[in-house]
């Protein structure tokens, strides 16, 4: 018995999506892996409907938009208000993304963004101000992703 929530199709629709879902139809899909692009709507809906699929995002060149400065903050959070404060931290303005760690002290990652060090600074007072602990700052100089994927995505 196969446990695994997504078969060859399932996959090759998410990586197509991922490799840019704005400008991938149904109907490319469906050319592609010899389905029809109804079949593969319906996929997508189910996918969506499971939470497997959650949204569909641009990928921004912060430093084009004016944003030359992006760092990863990282921050210890008491385990019991952990959670909390993670989602709190998206409520500081510059912050774009923040990750909940599950384990080890440095265990929530803020990305920011801004345009001088200054920015920079009263988002790390504003996170202080939450209850996080700064432990770390880094700013980011590039960062690369790869789509989902596995070897058998050929249906």
């Given at each position: 018995?196969?446990?695994?929530?997504?078969?060859?199709?399932?996959?090759?629709?998410?990586?197509?999506?991922?490799?840019?879902?704005?400008?991938?139809?149904?109907?490319?899909?469906?050319?592609?892996?010899?389905?029809?692009?109804?079949?593969?709507?319906?996929?997508?809906?189910?996918?969506?409907?499971?939470?497997?699929?959650?949204?569909?995002?641009?990928?921004?060149?912060?430093?084009?938009?004016?944003?030359?400065?992006?760092?990863?903050?990282?921050?210890?959070?008491?385990?019991?208000?952990?959670?909390?404060?993670a989602r709190d931290a998206l409520e500081v303005p510059g912050v774009v993304a923040v990750r909940e760690i599950t384990t080890g002290t440095e265990n929530v990652h803020v990305e920011a963004i801004g345009t001088d060090g200054d920015d920079l600074s009263r988002i790390g007072q504003d996170l202080d101000a939450l209850g996080l602990e700064v432990v770390d700052e880094d700013l980011i100089r590039n960062e690369y992703e790869h789509q989902f994927h596995q070897f058998d995505v050929d249906v």
């Open positions: 018995m196969n446990d695994d929530p997504l078969d060859a199709l399932d996959k090759r629709i998410i990586h197509a999506l991922q490799c840019d879902a704005r400008k991938t139809s149904a109907s490319d899909v469906a050319d592609e892996v010899d389905v029809s692009a109804s079949t593969v709507r319906n996929r997508i809906r189910k996918l969506e409907d499971a939470d497997i699929l959650m949204g569909y995002r641009p990928e921004v060149n912060y430093e084009k938009a004016g944003y030359q400065l992006r760092t990863l903050i990282v921050c210890t959070a008491p385990i019991p208000e952990r959670e909390q404060l």
